[in-house]
């Protein structure tokens, strides 16, 4: 007889509506008729999708979470139908490593009073001194120096509150222990550590263990069984190396699909198994198999309306599958999916020569943000001289308007000038005439005069340019008669 058994367990979790009173409208099948069995000294392991029920099958053994249909038998003894009290009593020799250890640990509590606990609970030790010796012995055992009694939980980094979980568990020498997700919150390097310690305890003290993760690696290296779960139910089960070897349910083969292989050669010539769809929602599953909504195999004949039921097909290798032989053997088809090669995306294991080396991604990016900062330099030049063009332009234009007035106050004078000068030039012209008639001594002053007189049509001559430039300007001032005037 195996050491823990359980048969058709099933948890529902009830969905309620209602304001005054609560009415329930449905279930949630969180597990729903699991069945399977673990024999003394051997580590179980469950693997599977995120909620397909893994955690709450492991609460459910230590009626954590009530079982609503179904048998736990724990070495002969009936879990599911013993009172409260009994119950308390027997969880002595089951315990559970939770999955966070920081949230599993009372920060009030120092490590000594943590530990304690449980054995103050189950009279185990005489007295405090007792206690606190063996407790010293287990924390050596898990790895933890005796001066950590003292300390609390958030002064422990994440390997060392998980020993500390270990630990709790240890003390009150169980027969079986559940680890939910025990490494899944540690570094890699930590992780071994831990797996290596939950193996040496178990050949020392014997313990059998039933072990919950999503790390593939993990669960076949440290169990003997291994149990995969979809949707609340069973679907496959076999010893560790025949399920990797050759696993026989479509979900199973899906799963192990996924997994890479270090080797690079056997890596390239794997295929992979690509699902359609999303995992169907546990308050409504599919009837018949509750992987046909996915299944690359499905026939609909069978797959839709019949649930299939865990059988063995030889070597301990049990299956809940229609058609397991005939898929291993390759007589059915593919209905829906995909199996595409899972070789390494974005690498070439044969590059030709001939054709030109492919830049990166990243240097054609930097390349053509190169390009437009170098010829943005003249673009700045050209648009700092266009800009300076109007400025100075501007200023000239100022300039000019301001010279028009002087200049044009300039021409004036000359104009006046000429026109004064007009009635002289007749006045000297007869009074040289009368002058020629005498003789006299001044002459030579008068003679001056003319002279004078020639020099002021070319002084208005020069004051004539001016005038012509402001008439070449002249549609310039048009353009702005404000500012002209």
Same mark, same amino acid.
């Given at each position: 007889m195996s050491l823990l058994e359980l048969d058709g367990v099933k948890v529902h979790f009830p969905i309620k509506k209602g304001l005054l009173f609560d009415r329930t409208v449905?279930?949630?099948?969180?597990?729903?008729?699991? &069945? $399977?069995?673990?024999?003394?000294?051997?580590?179980?392991?469950?693997?599977?999708? &995120?909620?397909c029920g893994k955690t709450t099958l492991g609460r459910s053994v230590l009626r954590l979470v009530d079982i609503t249909e179904g048998s736990v038998v724990?070495?002969?003894?009936?879990?599911?139908?013993?009172?409260?009290?009994?119950?308390?009593?027997f969880r002595r020799r089951l315990q559970m490593v939770f999955q966070d250890p920081l949230g599993s640990l009372n920060p009030r509590q120092n490590i000594e009073s943590i530990l304690s606990e449980g054995m103050i609970a189950h009279?185990?030790?005489?007295?405090?001194?007792?206690?606190?010796?063996?407790?010293?012995?287990?924390?050596?055992?898990?790895?933890?120096?005796?001066?950590?009694?003292?300390?609390?939980?958030?002064?422990?980094s994440g390997g060392q509150r998980q020993?500390?979980?270990?630990?709790?568990?240890?003390?009150?020498?169980?027969?079986?222990?559940?680890?939910?997700?025990?490494?899944?919150?540690?570094?890699?390097?930590?992780?071994?550590?831990?797996?290596?310690?939950?193996?040496? $305890?178990?050949?020392?003290?014997? $313990?059998?263990?039933?072990?919950?993760?999503?790390?593939?690696a993990v669960v076949r290296h440290i169990s003997d069984t291994i149990g995969v779960m979809y949707l609340g139910s069973l679907v496959e089960e076999a010893p560790s190396d025949a399920l990797y070897a050759e696993p026989k349910h479509p979900y199973t083969k899906a799963l192990m699909s996924a997994v890479p292989v270090p080797d690079p050669e056997v890596e390239d010539k794997r295929e992979r198994i690509l699902l359609t769809g999303d995992l169907p929602s546990p308050a409504n599953p599919p009837t018949g198999c509750r992987f046909h909504t996915r299944c690359p195999w499905a026939q609909a004949e069978r797959c839709a309306t019949e649930r299939p039921q865990l059988r063995d097909v030889g070597g301990g290798h049990r299956v809940a599958c229609?058609?397991?032989?005939?898929?291993? &053997?390759?007589? $059915?088809?593919?209905?829906?999916?995909?199996?595409?090669?899972?070789?390494?995306e974005g690498v070439d294991d044969n590059p030709e020569t001939d054709t030109p080396a492919k830049i990166p991604a990243q240097a054609e990016k930097i390349s053509k943000a190169e390009k437009p900062a170098k010829t943005e330099k003249p673009a700045e030049a050209e648009k700092s001289a266009q800009a300076e063009k109007p400025v100075k332009a501007e200023k000239a234009e100022k300039a000019e308007k301001a010279e028009k007035p002087v200049k044009a106050e300039k021409?004036?004078?000359?104009?006046?000038?000429?026109?004064?000068?007009?009635?002289?030039?007749?006045?000297k012209a007869a009074e040289a005439a009368e002058g020629e008639k005498s003789v006299e001594a001044g002459k030579p002053a008068q003679a001056e005069k003319p002279a004078e007189a020639d020099d002021?049509?070319?002084?208005?001559?020069? &004051?004539?340019?001016?005038?012509?430039?402001?008439?070449?300007?002249?549609?310039?001032?048009?353009?702005?008669?404000?500012?002209?005037?």
């Open positions: 449905g279930h949630v099948y969180a597990v729903d008729g699991v &069945s $399977l069995k673990v024999e003394a000294g051997e580590t179980y392991g469950l693997v599977g999708e &995120s909620g724990l070495d002969g003894t009936d879990l599911a139908k013993l009172p409260g009290e009994e119950m308390r009593r009279g185990i030790g005489k007295d405090q001194e007792e206690r606190r010796e063996k407790i010293k012995a287990i924390l050596d055992k898990v790895g933890l120096p005796s001066n950590a009694l003292a300390r609390y939980p958030h002064e422990f020993r500390i979980g270990i630990a709790r568990a240890l003390v009150l020498e169980p027969d079986v222990i559940i680890c939910d997700e025990p490494v899944s919150a540690l570094d890699v390097s930590v992780q071994a550590q831990v797996i290596n310690l939950l193996e040496e $305890l178990q050949e020392e003290l014997g $313990l059998t263990y039933v072990v919950i993760a999503h790390d593939l229609h058609y397991a032989e005939d898929i291993a &053997s390759g007589k $059915l088809t593919l209905t829906k999916g995909e199996v595409v090669s899972a070789t390494r021409a004036e004078k000359p104009a006046k000038a000429e026109g004064a000068e007009k009635p002289a030039e007749a006045e002021a049509p070319a002084e208005a001559e020069a &004051s004539d340019a001016p005038a012509e430039a402001e008439a070449s300007d002249a549609p310039e001032a048009s353009e702005e008669p404000g500012k002209a005037v």
